[in-house]
C-alpha cells in the first residue's frame, strides 16, 4: 500500500476519483460483458469529462429478474448507470457524456438507448473523503471544470 500526501513523490501519480459509477443490470445479461461495459463507459468519461485514460472506478450490480423490476418497454438488456461526481463540470459537458454513452452502448454494445438510463448525481468537493482527507483538500492531476 502506498500512502501519499500533497508534496510526497508519488502524490502526483496517484490521482483522485472524481467520478465513480454504479451499474445495475440482470445478471444473465450483464455479467457475461461487464468488461466490456466497463470500457465503454470510460471511454466516455474520458471523451466527455476529459478524464485521466489511467483511472476508472466502476462498480457492478448483478441482480436476479425477482430483484430488478423496470419499466415495461424495456428489455432484459435495461441497465442503469450513476455518475456520483465532483460538481463543476458544464451542463455542455455532462450532456456529452450522455450521448456519447448512449451511442456507445447501442453501437459497441448492442444496447438500445431505450434500455439504457442515466442519472448523474454532483456533489461538492468537500461532501467526499478519500485517502484520509476530504476531497477539497487534495490537489487534482486533472480538471474538473470542462
Not at 78 to 105: H, Q
Request: glycine share 6%; charged share 25%; proline share 6%.
Amino acid at each position: 500500500m502506498v500512502v501519499a500526501w500533497p508534496g510526497h513523490a508519488d502524490y502526483a501519480k496517484l490521482g483522485d476519483i472524481m467520478s465513480q459509477v454504479k451499474i445495475f443490470g440482470l445478471r444473465n445479461h450483464l455479467g457475461p460483458i461487464i468488461p466490456a461495459v466497463s470500457n465503454v463507459i470510460h471511454s466516455c468519461v474520458v471523451d466527455a469529462l476529459q478524464y485521466p485514460k489511467d483511472k476508472r472506478a466502476h462498480r457492478f450490480f448483478q441482480l436476479d429478474p425477482s430483484e430488478f423490476f423496470y419499466p415495461s418497454g424495456r428489455s432484459e438488456k435495461y441497465t442503469i448507470l450513476e455518475f456520483s461526481m465532483f460538481a463543476g463540470r458544464t451542463v455542455d459537458a455532462k450532456k456529452m457524456l450522455i450521448r456519447l454513452l448512449f451511442e456507445r452502448f447501442e453501437k459497441q454494445l448492442g444496447i438500445s438507448p431505450q434500455d439504457v438510463e442515466i442519472t448523474i448525481f454532483e456533489t461538492p468537493k468537500s461532501n467526499w473523503g478519500f485517502r484520509g482527507l476530504p476531497g477539497d483538500e487534495h490537489h487534482l492531476d486533472y480538471k474538473v471544470n470542462v
